[in-house]
């Protein structure tokens, strides 16, 4: 497989090509046994999903472990689970698949039969408070549980040498996977928290919520009470939330969130990738926002620094998510509330990061169909952004579903020279690609395509090699210059943009 790297804003492979990735995360948090009061981790991909992957033009995995699968006691390695994670590491190579290792945690930990996952119960440091699982949604444990907050306070702090540990964890797994060719990165922690100040952090955003909803004439209070008082409407309450006060709202929270960001997140990151790096030179460090960024607040994270210097293989990954999301109400996902949540992350990269993104967990999922309008919207952003993605997250039948057909679309693969634009218009049925080259390059252009091909207009040589019946692979090789591809497609076009009441 090819070596990627970074450059500036771009990733690029060893032949110099602009690359693009876009693919879906795969994570096993875990399923709690009663029997045992442990969880089972069981990776086992006999069942063909890489193939259906691949079909589906999908290039990356963000393969989901966790610290307690790994470390299930201090200091004893899982080995025997790292060898099933490797495996599919070979499954995604011969598929011709990248993978990045994300150590995912959710509330720190399982806390044996709990919603979260992460952290195994020795490394839980909660200083006497007890955990109770949560009533409502599975996030509530992040805004109110103390024995959530303690733990990460002592994870930041290193106290009982809990981050030292962590770190040593992650050096085992560094060591397990280096040199293995479908290896793309390392995610050293999923959606940090802040701790304590977390829960100061949710107080204050119920407070704004309050004040901004009393105050801000932007919001109709008249039509927020009709929709209470309207049968099966309540939840539209959320509607006069849209972007500008919903970012107005969050960001009074910015300066707790920014110094964590600063103060906890980042030297721990520099300490992580500093061991990583004796260890694995190659793969790409990912840097994620923290959990309440997730809403659009200010992301203040800064490029990882090895030994004092900035390391030159780095990643931007964001999360966003609509209020709605792990609701049934997804279906009424805002787009112009994700999009200002992105946006917000797009003047991060430029201004302060100047590295590439993949989103690594964006979408959501509901019943029907009627949702599926935010989706297309949100991959038409990344590509105007030029980025690359990963979606959360894979369950069996998804690819089968309408989000699955939504999913699957034509994209740049690989791009000789440097991309200006991209499109995939679903209302057209069309792509399209404008890129610079200059240079003789003696690889392709690859443009994944998903459905059968009418008619391809292009100044250069081209071949398509078919995947299955419906999917290919377009090669095309060009010379310097400007080049523009047109790929019209059989049939005619479908948007869901075009069977909704109204983009917000």
Not at 65 to 83: F, Q, R
Not at 180 to 195: C, I, Q, T
């Amino acid at each position: 497989m090819d070596k990627i790297r970074t450059e500036g804003k771009i990733l690029i492979d060893e032949f110099g090509r602009e690359r693009i990735f876009h693919g879906i995360n795969v994570c096993d948090k875990g399923g709690f046994d009663p029997a045992t009061g442990k969880r089972n981790f069981e990776y086992d991909w006999t069942d063909g999903r890489i193939e259906k992957f691949k079909e589906y033009g999908m290039n990356i995995i963000r393969l989901g472990i966790t610290w307690e699968a790994v470390e299930p006691e201090k200091g004893k390695y899982n080995d025997e689970y790292l060898d099933a994670i490797k495996k599919i590491l070979d499954k995604c190579h011969e598929a011709g698949i990248y993978a990045y290792i994300d150590m995912h945690q959710d509330l720190y930990s399982g806390w044996g039969n709990g919603p979260g996952d992460g952290a195994p119960a020795w490394a839980c440091y909660t200083d006497g408070h007890k955990y109770t699982n949560p009533k409502l949604v599975w996030a509530e444990s992040y805004f109110i549980s103390k024995a959530v907050h303690k733990a990460f306070d002592n994870f930041w702090t290193n106290k009982y040498g809990v981050q030292t540990a962590y770190i040593n964890m992650w050096k085992h797994v560094a060591k397990k996977f280096d040199g293995h060719p479908a290896l793309f990165g390392y995610d050293v922690m999923n959606e940090p928290f802040l701790g304590s100040d977390g829960g100061k952090v949710f107080l204050q955003l119920i407070a704004n919520l309050a004040g901004t909803t009393i105050a801000d004439s932007r919001i109709n209070k008249a039509k927020m009470l009709k929709e209470v008082l309207t049968k099966g409407r309540a939840i539209h309450v959320l509607d006069q939330y849209k972007a500008d006060v919903f970012h107005m709202l969050v960001n009074k929270a910015a300066p707790l969130v920014n110094k964590f960001d600063k103060e906890r997140y980042m030297p721990f990151l520099n300490s992580a990738a500093t061991e990583i790096r004796k260890i694995s030179k190659d793969p790409i460090l990912f840097i994620e926002n923290s959990y309440y960024s997730n809403l659009g607040i200010k992301c203040a994270v800064e490029p990882i620094k090895v030994n004092g210097k900035r390391e030159p293989n780095q990643i931007f990954a964001p999360h966003a998510y609509d209020l709605m999301v792990d609701t049934p109400a997804y279906k009424y996902a805002n787009s112009g509330r994700v999009k200002s949540i992105f946006d917000r992350r797009k003047t991060e990269q430029d201004t302060n990061l100047n590295m590439p993104v993949i989103v690594g967990e964006w979408g959501g999922f509901s019943e029907g169909t009627e949702w599926l309008h935010h989706i297309e919207f949100l991959l038409d952003l990344f590509d105007s952004n030029k980025w690359s993605n990963t979606y959360w997250a894979y369950f069996d039948g998804l690819l089968e579903s309408p989000l699955g057909k939504v999913l699957k679309r034509a994209y740049p693969r690989a791009v000789t020279g440097r991309i200006i634009s991209y499109n995939h218009n679903r209302r057209e049925n069309t792509f399209s690609l404008s890129y610079y080259q200059d240079k003789k390059f003696n690889v392709p252009t690859e443009i994944f395509v998903h459905k059968p091909i009418e008619s391809i207009e292009t100044d250069g040589k081209y071949e398509i090699v078919k995947l299955d019946d419906e999917s290919s692979v377009v090669k095309i090789t060009t010379g310097k210059g400007y080049h523009d591809v047109k790929i019209r497609f059989e049939g005619e076009g479908f948007s869901y943009m075009d069977h909704m009441e109204g983009l917000e």
